[in-house]
């Protein structure tokens, strides 16, 4: 794959974000690529005509650039300008190397399947196909618990009792599910991981589920005027009162994750979450 056109989406917020896109936009320019920069990511759409998006941020910015550029088959090479950048392929300093690298053809793609939810809402406009990376949280507004009926394929199969629980895709596996107490699943398997946060019951643990399943979720209060948020990537919120449904099902789009040959998942778990180390 020749790369044509590069979109450089860089967070605002992060100077060193900002910094980082000129001087990969000065190495293009010589290069001779044709290139622009976006602050808003919501600004990535098909009309551009990219074939290669940098994201310079940290992994919220990469999320970002993930969702959007999903549906329309680009690309995404993450640059961490941010602290952790557990999803980025390099560092800062790096950037223009590892940049050059896969303009030269030295690359591996890696596909991550998203997740996508609808949102059924009484007396309210339904909300539809929303993505999500990582994960779809679905917690107590309130500090107290509540109960979620979660159905399989239409079939009813668990009462969640507790302040919630997080469903996530195998990437979203080491982010808040993994604080939560979930496994570290291998990008490239194809589960769900509902894991649930502070349960009240000592049964209460972990599921690895087929992701070719559609899940339902729908929210019971004691009181009726107790409300959940719901939140894709924690980017993403709205508001469940009693007894509206979420629906979390496969996304029919991928996002694509480029980094250079030699790339793997589990040395990124030695180097940035310091897993097996002694």
């Known amino acids: 794959m020749g790369f044509q056109k590069i979109v450089l989406v860089c967070n605002p917020s992060q100077p060193q974000a ?7 936009a000065e190495f293009l320019h010589a290069k001779k690529y ?3 920069i976006l ?15 940098l994201s310079l941020g940290g992994d919220g910015t990469t999320l970002r650039c993930a969702r959007v550029t999903a549906p329309l088959h680009i690309p995404v090479l993450p640059i961490n300008c941010g602290s952790l950048g557990f999803l ?13 690298q896969i303009l030269d053809g ?4 890696h596909t991550r399947w998203l997740l996508a939810a609808d949102i059924f809402r009484a007396g309210k406009p339904d909300i539809k196909n929303v ?6 949280v ?3 507004n309130q500090p107290r618990a509540f109960t979620l009926l979660a159905a399989r394929n239409g079939v009813f199969f668990k009462k969640f009792y507790g302040d919630g629980v997080i469903i996530a895709t195998p990437s979203g596996s080491t982010a808040y599910s993994l604080a939560a107490g979930g496994p570290i699943v291998e990008p490239q398997l194809d589960v769900w991981t509902i894991t649930s946060i502070c349960p009240h019951s000592l049964a209460d643990r972990a599921l690895l589920l087929n992701a070719q399943t559609e899940l339902v979720f729908t929210p019971q209060f004691k009181n009726l ?3 959940a948020a719901i939140s894709l990537d924690g980017q993403e919120f709205f508001v469940l009162q009693n007894k509206d449904r979420v629906l979390i099902r496969r996304a029919n789009c991928q996002a694509q994750l480029i980094t250079p040959q030699g790339f793997d998942f589990f040395n990124r778990l030695h180097q940035k979450l310091e897993w097996g180390r002694r």
């Open 18 to 24: 900002t910094q980082t896109a000129q001087l990969l």
């Open 34 to 36: 044709t290139y622009i």
């Open 39 to 53: 602050n808003d990511y919501k600004q990535m759409t098909a009309d551009l005509g990219a074939d290669l998006c």
């Open 88 to 100: 980025s392929a390099c560092e800062m300093n790096d950037a223009q190397a590892v940049l050059s």
């Open 106 to 109: 030295n690359y591996q793609i």
């Open 131 to 136: 993505l999500a990376f990582n994960d779809c």
């Open 138 to 140: 679905i917690k107590a």
């Open 225 to 227: 005027s107790d409300r």
